[in-house]
């Protein structure tokens, strides 16, 4: 599959587009033809580096994005092939006590598609079915993109820290 890769950390110069190997899906995850990604801040700060952070190169950036569902894991339930969706970004293990309390950001497993595992910036993205939301046939992609990340955290900041 084609893909927005980087080598090596630095500038906007480090990205090129590459043919990598399409991903594989566990049986607890769905396989994601992407429409749309969008940028984040954190896009920037990954692709230039950032303490502590040790990646596989070549590294796919791209935390957010939406599109269409082309393969489901077999413990799947309630999703299918052809599906529309968004993706949340936020990684967690699904079982410990912080999740199971709806603190996913806390899990000592978090992470954010993108920045430690490859992101959306591809023709396909693998990420756990619990991850996509189905969105409505006549919602764009884009839109659909656009939001995750940025509408997450101000809610989280907003709503279930501040309580606002
Ligand atoms: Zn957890």
């Not at 893909?3 to 480090?14: D, N, S, T």
């Not at 023709?123 to 409505?136: D, G, H, Q, S, T």
Request: charged residues 20%; hydrophobic residues 45%; contains cysteine.
């Amino acid at each position: 599959m084609k893909a927005l890769v980087f080598y090596e950390h630095g500038g906007i110069e480090k990205l090129q587009i590459a043919d990598v190997p399409k991903p594989t899906i566990g049986a607890d995850d769905v396989l994601i033809n992407v429409k749309a990604s969008a940028l984040n801040h954190l896009d920037l700060f990954v692709r230039e580096g950032l303490p502590g952070l040790k990646l596989t190169m070549p590294h796919i950036p791209g935390s957010d994005g939406a599109g269409v569902i082309a393969e489901v894991g077999t413990n799947v339930r309630g999703l299918q092939v052809g599906q529309r969706v968004t993706i949340n970004p936020g990684l967690s293990c699904g079982a410990c006590e912080f999740c199971v309390m709806g603190e996913h950001s806390l899990c000592p497993d978090f992470h954010i598609l993108g920045e430690h595992c490859a992101g959306t910036a591809a023709e396909f993205v693998r990420v756990p079915a619990r991850n996509v939301l189905p969105i409505p046939d006549d919602f764009p992609f884009e839109q659909a993109a656009a939001a995750p990340l940025v509408f997450l955290t101000a809610w989280r900041a907003l709503i279930s820290r501040a309580r606002g």
